[in-house]
């Protein structure tokens, strides 16, 4: 075995220039050189108790695919992620490392964590370019599952049930499969190939995919059962956008992040051939601080805007974006208002002319300055307004990136569903609900989180799934 | 992919398809809208449902001309199909208990109330429909509208066809002359429903609304077709797609509504050139 590398740095991700990718939507980070890689590999301890996968919400073999790579066995070490994980080029991608695996690598109680996402990421895609196995579809078991929404949980779950021989359909609402990977995260941070190819291998292992599918609306979970699926499995997301309930949240510039989001990512209006809409250019002040935040941020930037903010009411420590997006965001000339709220939206109006384009329009928006006060009960120090010191920002855009509220459809028409107050569908360990046979995960279960939670609660349920119907 | 099985031009600007899509056929009632993607690089637009065919497993749809998507829209052709099609969506017009009922629609909305008028007809309610253009050669449906209606008044703004004037003129006559009508469901150009409302409340008749905004997925995820309504002095935000479409008129901000219908009208005035030129050049 090479001797272990000691230094107290990881190695540094390749990215495009921030001058140059704030003009593109190509992938910021360019992942790994194979003597990178290796390089990286060796600085894992190849620790006994293993902490890091204690941090991993799927329990990947981090060690184990680690020591692969230290040998130059890349496809080697993707199998062993395979064995926990289906989506490793997203999650190696978009997984807030820094608070899971890599915030328990005894590497970094002295320096830096060993780049564990990096190294899953350059692993993944590695496989992806010079594999040439095509996936076996298993011999059918001739039970039927069907899974409702094609975000990181239902694809996850149909995946795992396919390779263990189920026949599993996946209902989607949208045009495209992906959730929230295709309509919520920006290509130039996960490039759709990636979905698409994680979904053609699902294709390939048998499942079938129904796009244009709203499950609540075109087809009930108790039809579904009518229709011979033995088992349900919702994956169905977040549901609606939150606005601040300040006034101008109805003039036009004003978004909600997955609107402005879904214009840009699924619709493609980034690109000159989309014939969907989007306000480009001017300036752009985004509110909240959260992953879904960043991304507005940066899209905004990239098509176009001059000036983009992002404006949150707590400080830099308190983001809950992950580190690197920040980093990223900040490098790229995003301009962080933080310790800001902001009170109303105000609009242009022309009382001479009614028919004046410009009426109706975002001007500006009003904030108040904030400062931490004492801890809620989650232990974040609570924002609290400093008085008299309303100023107002000049914007033409806003984005309202505060968090979403539970989407109705599927409760509303799925009798004996049981919500908690926030309107989360209430599971139990297994991910069963109230009803029989009928199981859900992700955002749908526990409001907005990550696609890796989101994942690994698709594997719960296909696990208690596959328990269950092979009884 | 969805089959266009027949196309009907019903005036000047104004399409009539049936589209094959036994699902979303097996479902739909009056009020509900569906989505629509042309093609692979489309937008994704509502339309409200004009009628189901369940034996053909077909959905009919009736759409106006202005902009990009729809002119494609119109240049397709019956045989033809349309990329993505997605629906019912929206809540179906509530209808239990009516008994009389006045139906007010305007241009291409008398579409979309021509089948609430036919189920309120169906459930034996008295219906009376007044519909409105802005002359004879925009009318559509007055054959259809007048085997389900009890009293039938056709408007056109020049008089060329029916009686001068608004649809407001009749309502108002007949609520003074005292018709007491359960509910008053309009549909159709904003600032028509925003008259009906203000014709209907010295009259203090119920009035439902059917708002149709800008949206994008229609499945309650992106927010784009909010609403502000007035509520008990308070202002509160609905989604459109999944809270609606029909609202209480009493409660809605059509100024607003009016307003952020407009957002993208320079950009889509210059799609629906640019579109018109692409036809116009393969034409040539």
Same mark, same amino acid.
């Given at each position: 075995?090479?001797?272990?590398?000691?230094?107290?740095?990881?190695?540094?991700?390749?990215?495009?220039?921030?001058?140059?990718?704030? &003009?593109?939507?190509?992938?910021?980070?360019?992942?790994?050189? $194979?003597?990178?890689?290796?390089?990286?590999?060796?600085?894992?301890?190849?620790?006994?108790?293993?902490?890091?996968?204690?941090?991993?919400?799927?329990?990947?073999?981090?060690?184990?695919?680690?020591?692969?790579?230290?040998?130059?066995?890349? $496809?080697?070490? !993707?199998?062993?992620?395979?064995?926990?994980?289906?989506?490793?080029?997203?999650?190696?991608?978009?997984?807030?490392?820094?608070?899971?695996?890599?915030?328990?690598?005894?590497?970094?109680?002295?320096?830096?964590?060993?780049?564990?996402?990096?190294?899953?990421?350059?692993?993944?895609?590695? &496989?992806?370019?010079?594999?040439?196995?095509?996936?076996?579809?298993?011999?059918?078991?001739? &039970?039927?599952?069907?899974?409702?929404?094609?975000?990181?949980?239902?694809?996850?779950?149909?995946?795992?049930?396919?390779?263990?021989?189920?026949?599993?359909?996946?209902?989607?609402?949208?045009?495209?499969?992906?959730?929230?990977?295709?309509?919520?995260?920006?290509?130039?941070?996960?490039?759709?190939?990636?979905?698409?190819?994680?979904?053609?291998?699902?294709?390939?292992?048998?499942?079938?995919?129904?796009?244009?599918?709203?499950?609540?609306?075109?087809?009930?979970?108790?039809?579904?059962?009518?229709?011979?699926?033995?088992?349900?499995?919702?994956?169905?997301?977040?549901?609606?956008?939150?606005?601040?309930?300040?006034?101008? $949240?109805?003039?036009?510039?004003? !978004?909600?992040?997955?609107?402005?989001?879904?214009?840009?990512?699924?619709?493609?209006?980034?690109?000159?051939?989309?014939?969907?809409?989007?306000?480009?250019?001017?300036?752009?002040?985004?509110?909240?601080?959260?992953?879904?935040?960043?991304?507005?941020?940066?899209?905004?930037?990239?098509?176009?805007?001059?000036?983009? !903010?992002?404006?949150?009411?707590?400080?830099?420590?308190?983001?809950?974006?992950?580190?690197?997006? #920040?980093?990223?965001?900040?490098?790229?000339?995003?301009?962080?208002?933080?310790?800001?709220?902001?009170?109303?939206?105000?609009?242009? &109006?022309?009382?001479?002319?009614?028919?004046?384009?410009?009426?109706?329009?975002?001007?500006?928006?009003?904030? #108040?300055?904030?400062?931490?006060?004492?801890?809620?009960?989650?232990?974040?120090?609570?924002?609290?307004?400093?008085?008299?010191?309303?100023?107002?920002?000049?914007?033409?855009?806003?984005?309202?990136?505060?968090?979403?509220?539970?989407?109705?459809?599927?409760?509303?028409?799925?009798?004996?569903?049981?919500?908690?107050?926030?309107?989360?569908?209430?599971?139990?360990?297994?991910?069963?609900?109230?009803?029989?046979?009928?199981?859900?995960?992700?955002? @749908?279960?526990?409001?907005?989180?990550?696609?890796?939670?989101?994942?690994?609660?698709?594997?719960? @349920?296909?696990?208690?799934?596959?328990?269950?119907?092979?009884? | 992919?969805?089959?266009?099985?027949?196309?009907?031009?019903?005036?000047?600007?104004?399409? +009539?398809?049936?589209?094959?899509?036994?699902?979303?056929?097996?479902?739909?009632?009056?009020? +509900?809208?569906?989505?629509?993607?042309?093609?692979?690089?489309?937008?994704?637009?509502?339309?409200?449902?004009?009628?189901?065919?369940?034996?053909?497993?077909?959905?009919?749809? /009736?759409?106006?001309? =202005?902009?990009?998507?729809?002119?494609?829209?119109?240049?397709?052709?019956?045989?033809?199909?349309? +990329?993505?099609?997605?629906?019912?969506?929206?809540?179906?017009?509530?209808?239990?208990?009516?008994?009389?009922?006045?139906? =007010?629609?305007?241009?291409?909305?008398?579409?979309?109330?021509?089948?609430?008028?036919?189920?309120?007809?169906?459930?034996?309610?008295?219906?009376?429909?007044?519909?409105?253009?802005?002359?004879?050669?925009?009318?559509?449906?007055?054959?259809?509208?007048?085997?389900?209606?009890?009293?039938?008044?056709?408007?056109?703004?020049?008089?060329?066809?029916?009686?001068?004037?608004? =649809?407001?003129?009749?309502?108002?006559?007949?609520?003074?002359?005292?018709?007491?009508?359960?509910? /008053?469901?309009?549909?159709?150009?904003?600032?028509?429903?925003?008259?009906?409302?203000?014709?209907?409340?010295?009259?203090?008749?119920?009035?439902?609304?059917?708002?149709?905004?800008?949206?994008?997925?229609?499945?309650?995820?992106?927010?784009?077709?909010?609403?502000?309504?007035?509520?008990?002095?308070?202002?509160?935000?609905?989604?459109?797609?999944?809270?609606?479409?029909?609202?209480?008129?009493?409660?809605?901000?059509?100024?607003?509504?009016?307003?952020?219908?407009?957002?993208?009208?320079?950009?889509?005035?210059?799609?629906?050139?640019?579109?018109?030129?692409?036809?116009?050049?393969?034409?040539?």
């Amino acid at each position: 075995m090479a001797k272990a590398n000691m230094s107290l740095t990881r190695n540094v991700m390749p990215t495009q220039d921030a001058s140059v990718r704030a &003009h593109n939507f190509d992938e910021v980070a360019l992942g790994y050189s $194979e003597e990178q890689a290796i390089d990286e590999a060796a600085r894992c301890l190849n620790c006994k108790n293993m902490p890091c996968v204690d941090g991993c919400p799927v329990k990947i073999h981090i060690p184990e695919f680690i020591s692969k790579i230290k040998e130059g066995d890349f $496809e080697g070490a !993707y199998q062993i992620i395979n064995r926990s994980s289906s989506l490793p080029a997203v999650c190696g991608r978009v997984c807030p490392q820094e608070t899971q695996c890599e915030s328990k690598c005894v590497r970094g109680i002295k320096g830096e964590s060993v780049g564990i996402g990096r190294l899953e990421r350059f692993v993944a895609d590695w &496989h992806n370019t010079f594999a040439s196995d095509a996936p076996v579809r298993p011999e059918s078991n001739g &039970h039927r599952v069907a899974v409702v929404g094609s975000g990181p949980s239902g694809l996850t779950c149909a995946g795992d049930l396919a390779k263990k021989g189920y026949e599993v359909t996946v209902f989607e609402a949208l045009h495209t499969a992906g959730g929230v990977l295709v309509y919520g995260i920006p290509e130039f941070r996960l490039p759709k190939k990636i979905v698409a190819k994680e979904v053609d291998t699902l294709v390939a292992l048998g499942v079938e995919i129904q796009t244009n599918v709203v499950i609540g609306k075109t087809l009930t979970v108790d039809e579904l059962f009518e229709m011979g699926y033995e088992a349900v499995f919702i994956g169905s997301g977040a549901g609606l956008p939150n606005f601040m309930g300040i006034l101008g $949240e109805g003039l036009n510039g004003v !978004y909600s992040a997955n609107e402005f989001l879904t214009r840009s990512n699924l619709m493609k209006s980034y690109l000159s051939d989309s014939d969907t809409p989007i306000m480009k250019g001017g300036k752009v002040a985004v509110v909240g601080g959260g992953n879904v935040a960043m991304d507005a941020a940066r899209t905004a930037l990239r098509l176009g805007a001059e000036k983009v !903010y992002i404006v949150y009411r707590r400080s830099m420590d308190e983001l809950p974006a992950r580190r690197e997006e #920040v980093e990223h965001a900040e490098e790229e000339g995003i301009e962080f208002r933080l310790l800001c709220n902001p009170t109303e939206i105000v609009g242009y &109006h022309n009382p001479d002319d009614l028919r004046d384009p410009k009426n109706g329009f975002v001007t500006g928006m009003k904030c #108040v300055r904030m400062e931490l006060g004492e801890p809620d009960a989650k232990g974040r120090r609570r924002p609290v307004e400093i008085p008299n010191s309303e100023f107002e920002i000049e914007v033409d855009t806003v984005i309202m990136s505060i968090g979403t509220s539970p989407n109705p459809l599927i409760k509303s028409t799925t009798e004996g569903l049981e919500v908690n107050s926030r309107g989360g569908i209430i599971v139990n360990e297994d991910g069963l609900t109230s009803r029989r046979a009928v199981y859900a995960g992700g955002d @749908a279960v526990t409001g907005a989180a990550t696609v890796i939670s989101a994942m690994g609660a698709g594997k719960v @349920a296909a696990k208690a799934i596959d328990v269950a119907l092979s009884k | 992919m969805y089959k266009i099985l027949d196309k009907k031009i019903l005036n000047p600007t104004v399409v +009539q398809l049936w589209i094959e899509a036994p699902l979303v056929a097996s479902k739909a009632k009056p009020g +509900q809208f569906i989505i629509l993607r042309v093609d692979q690089t489309g937008e994704r637009i509502p339309l409200t449902v004009a009628g189901v065919d369940k034996t053909r497993g077909a959905v009919k749809i /009736i759409y106006q001309v =202005v902009g990009a998507t729809t002119e494609k829209l119109s240049h397709k052709e019956a045989g033809e199909y349309l +990329q993505d099609f997605v629906g019912p969506l929206g809540v179906a017009t509530h209808l239990d208990g009516l008994k009389k009922v006045c139906i =007010v629609g305007g241009g291409v909305g008398c579409a979309i109330a021509l089948p609430i008028a036919e189920a309120l007809h169906d459930m034996g309610a008295d219906v009376t429909s007044i519909i409105g253009f802005r002359n004879k050669d925009l009318l559509i449906l007055e054959d259809e509208f007048k085997a389900c209606s009890n009293t039938l008044r056709v408007m056109t703004d020049d008089g060329s066809y029916g009686e001068r004037g608004n =649809v407001t003129a009749p309502l108002r006559e007949m609520l003074e002359a005292g018709e007491k009508f359960d509910m /008053i469901i309009t549909i159709g150009p904003l600032i028509m429903m925003k008259f009906v409302v203000a014709t209907a409340k010295p009259h203090g008749t119920p009035v439902t609304v059917s708002m149709n905004p800008i949206m994008i997925d229609g499945t309650g995820m992106c927010g784009g077709c909010r609403l502000t309504l007035h509520r008990n002095g308070e202002r509160i935000t609905k989604f459109a797609c999944v809270d609606g479409p029909d609202f209480n008129g009493y409660e809605i901000d059509f100024d607003e509504a009016m307003s952020r219908g407009r957002m993208y009208g320079e950009f889509e005035r210059h799609a629906h050139d640019a579109t018109c030129n692409l036809f116009k050049g393969e034409v040539r």
